[in-house]
């Protein structure tokens, strides 16, 4: 795998693409942006499917005029092709040179024609939806059988990724310049069928005059640490998981994890319950002295607070690694001892809630979740990791990371323990706080994609370490 330029893994909200699009017609006109959109959409639906009778939907925006520009192009090419508008452009608008440059068939916004269509192009609403989708519009993408949609299905709030009244199942959906948080977020994720992004000529120098502030959780994003020829165990880094009495099988998933992706050395602060952990890997070296004792190490800069620890035991720990200003990812336990409390949290550097225990500490996710994470992550002052299907990471500063690299094999018992091992080992490393969240999530990702193949699609957690070595060497664009 060959890591890619982050400005390609760059993840425009449709506020931002309205800026880009602004920015561009100064040097490259509309009517051009939209040409290439069209025939983007075009050569996208003839190389999915044979010609067959078509209908493009076409709304009165940019979307509608990439719906004729895609019509023109296909009857050019011989396909059986109408268009039915849902409403005709305005004059002198963008979209009303390409209506006008359709010459083919055009037939009533109405249900029965969208029934007798074998293929329906959904060129309604783009990705900047302002309204919900109901009434006549909803009913013509709902009687439709098959549906390419152009730029974002119907009904989709790009921005979110939330469902807007109604949106169709798309089984292609076409999308321009760099995606929007819409296609990579559920639900809408699910709606998007095969998502292509396509390049219609916006000149990569815009991106500076547009910065992106989320990406695509990809290799590229971050660079992984390369141990040197002089590397040893403390330089490769040392991670130690504060261990309880009740759960010990979390503690040693996340030391396993640790082990597996990196870390030079892995301790298990055990304190009293160090029995429960001496028939473990011999790897792992467990402590039974007290946690003051182990802090006067300070090569013992990275820590796991969480994984299996009761209320009482989160209670004594967390608090003393912050007082001795350590490297703290909480998790877990330490998550549940701070519901409704999450100022608690402030101090440590990541946590990795799912969504049920963001709810506990933060509250509801809502309909935006990119912007509760963030919020989190202000709050807190940390880099919060939402797990998730669509996993997202967002930095204090605003920073986020969309992660769709991952496999519902992960959804098993013991899964999150391991990433947070993974975390950990990166942090270890000397990796900055939030590359290191965004690297252990896509890392944890990779591990699971290749152990579901290997397993049949159900992995056990256990499985999952001997995968992280394997996802280390694809991240790093290593060549056997």
Request: hydrophobic share 45%; net charge neutral.
């Amino acid at each position: 795998m060959e890591p890619v330029r982050p400005s390609v893994l760059g993840v425009y909200t449709p506020a931002d693409m309205a800026r880009v699009d602004t920015l561009s017609a100064a040097t490259i006109p509309v009517s051009v942006l939209m040409e290439n959109a069209g025939r983007a959409v075009a050569r996208a639906i003839r190389r999915h499917v044979r010609p067959l009778r078509t209908l493009v939907l076409c709304g009165p925006g940019n979307n509608g005029g990439d719906g004729y520009v895609a019509a023109r192009l296909l009857s050019d090419a011989g396909w059986p092709v109408a268009v039915a508008e849902m409403a005709p452009p305005a004059l002198n608008t963008a979209s009303s040179a390409p209506a006008c440059l359709y010459t083919g068939p055009r037939v009533p916004f109405a249900v029965a024609e969208v029934a007798r269509a074998e293929l329906v192009v959904d060129a309604l609403f783009g990705a900047g939806l302002s309204r919900d989708v109901e009434g006549a519009a909803a009913d013509m993408l709902r009687a439709a059988a098959r549906l390419v949609a152009v730029d974002i299905p119907s009904g989709v709030d790009g921005a979110t990724g939330q469902v807007r009244g109604y949106a169709p199942q798309a089984e292609l959906t076409v999308t321009f310049h760099r995606f929007k948080p819409g296609h990579l977020l559920y639900p809408a994720r699910g709606l998007m069928g095969r998502l292509i992004l396509a390049d219609i000529g916006i000149p990569d120098r815009l991106v500076e005059q547009v910065p992106f502030t989320a990406w695509r959780n990809e290799p590229g994003l971050w660079r992984l640490p390369v141990p040197g020829a002089e590397s040893h165990k403390y330089s490769r880094g040392v991670v130690s998981i504060c261990a309880g009495g009740s759960m010990p099988g979390a503690a040693r998933l996340c030391a396993s994890g640790a082990r597996a992706a990196g870390a030079g050395l892995v301790r298990v602060a055990a304190g009293g319950a160090a029995r429960d952990y001496r028939l473990g890997p011999a790897g792992v070296i467990v402590d039974d002295a007290p946690l003051a004792t182990l802090l006067e190490d300070a090569r013992r800069h990275v820590w796991v607070c969480g994984p299996g620890l009761a209320p009482d035991e989160v209670a004594q720990t967390l608090p003393v690694l912050l007082a001795a200003g350590r490297c703290v990812l909480a998790d877990a336990g330490a998550l549940s001892a701070a519901t409704d409390r999450p100022e608690q949290l402030r101090g440590v550097a990541v946590v990795t809630p799912h969504v049920g225990e963001f709810t506990r500490v933060f509250g509801p996710v809502g309909a935006n979740p990119p912007e509760r994470v963030r919020e989190a992550a202000r709050l807190i002052d940390a880099v919060v990791v939402l797990k998730g299907a669509t996993t997202l990471i967002a930095a204090p500063d605003g920073r986020l990371a969309i992660n769709t690299h991952a496999t519902p094999a992960l959804g098993t018992a013991g899964s999150g323990d391991t990433l947070s091992g993974v975390i950990a080992a990166l942090l270890a490393a000397g990796m900055p706080i939030w590359d290191a969240a965004c690297a252990g999530v896509w890392l944890h990702g990779e591990a699971g994609i290749k152990a579901a193949a290997q397993t049949g699609g159900w992995p056990l957690v256990e499985d999952l370490d001997r995968y992280l070595g394997p996802a280390r060497h694809d991240a790093a664009g290593s060549r056997g």
